[in-house]
T-cell receptor, first 119, second 109 residues
Framework: NAGVTQTPKFRILKIGQSMTLQCTQD?????MYWYRQDPGMGLKLIYY???????DKGEVLNGYNVSRSTTEDFPLRLELAAPSQTSVYFC??????????????????FGSGTQLSVL | DQQVKQNSPSLSVQEGRISILNCDYT??????FLWYKKYPAEGPTFLIS?????DKNEDGRFTVFLNKSAKHLSLHIVPSQPGDSAVYFC????????FGAGTRLTVKP
């Protein structure tokens, strides 16, 4: 059981380049998330999805896009990379939280992260 | 705005002693709290959680305490083991989830 798999593990981009961070999970989780972690800071939510075809923004507003065509996959697209996007990116998934919809699920299952540098 | 703060970037303890990791939050709407553990080159993994209706939750060597009036939670690890050396993140959930910056725990043999 692989859990949440992210690729690539490391990437260096030049300013203005674009790339897609891949994320796939095999736990049949409805909810998926993308976070970034900057040095000395907590994880910040970029985008989340509550199911195939449904996505919404988190607290990081600009510079990213996502799609969710299947339950398993949740790729994150960076267009026109900027140095401010240098960070470690984590994909995560979860079961739906009990009760009414909330982003604060019981627990998240994380991938191993992608270290991205934009130079 | 950092709604969840872990004010100690690092903590070092001797094997067999207690490790206490602290976390403070500002938003009184948070009603669910979690601790995650992260080893280098891995993603965070869930460790233990607590609902705001409780003030304590135990799981083996790990206990989380919640003081709602002080908006403070702590993770106790007893006894600490070298394999516990990792970065520990607290997270608080309400309408969304906010994470602290983490505390690096080193347990010395």
């Amino acid at each position: 059981n692989a859990g949440v798999t992210q690729t690539p593990k490391f990437r260096i981009l030049k300013i203005g380049q674009s790339m897609t961070l891949q994320c796939t999970q095999d736990m049949n989780h409805n909810y998926m998330y993308w976070y970034r972690q900057d040095p000395g800071m907590g994880l910040k939510l970029i985008y989340y999805s509550v199911g195939a075809g449904i996505t919404d923004k988190g607290e990081v507003l600009n510079g990213y896009n996502v799609s969710r065509s299947t339950t398993e996959d949740f790729p994150l697209r960076l267009e026109l990379a900027a140095p401010s996007q240098t960070s470690v990116y984590f994909c995560a998934s979860s079961y739906p939280p009990a009760g009414s919809f909330r982003l604060s699920a019981e627990k998240l299952f994380f991938g191993s992260g992608t270290q991205l540098s934009v130079l | 705005d950092q709604q969840v703060k872990q004010n100690s970037p690092s903590l070092s303890v001797q094997e067999g002693r207690i490790s206490i990791l602290n976390c403070d939050y500002t938003n009184s709407m948070f009603d669910y709290f979690l601790w995650y553990k992260k080893y280098p080159a891995e993603g965070p993994t869930f460790l233990i959680s607590i609902s705001s209706i409780k003030d304590k939750n135990e799981d083996g060597r790990f206990t989380v305490f919640l003081n709602k009036s002080a908006k403070h939670l702590s993770l106790h690890i007893v006894p600490s083991q070298p394999g516990d050396s990792a970065v520990y993140f607290c997270a608080a959930g309400g309408n969304d989830m906010r994470f602290g910056a983490g505390t690096r725990l080193t347990v010395k043999p």
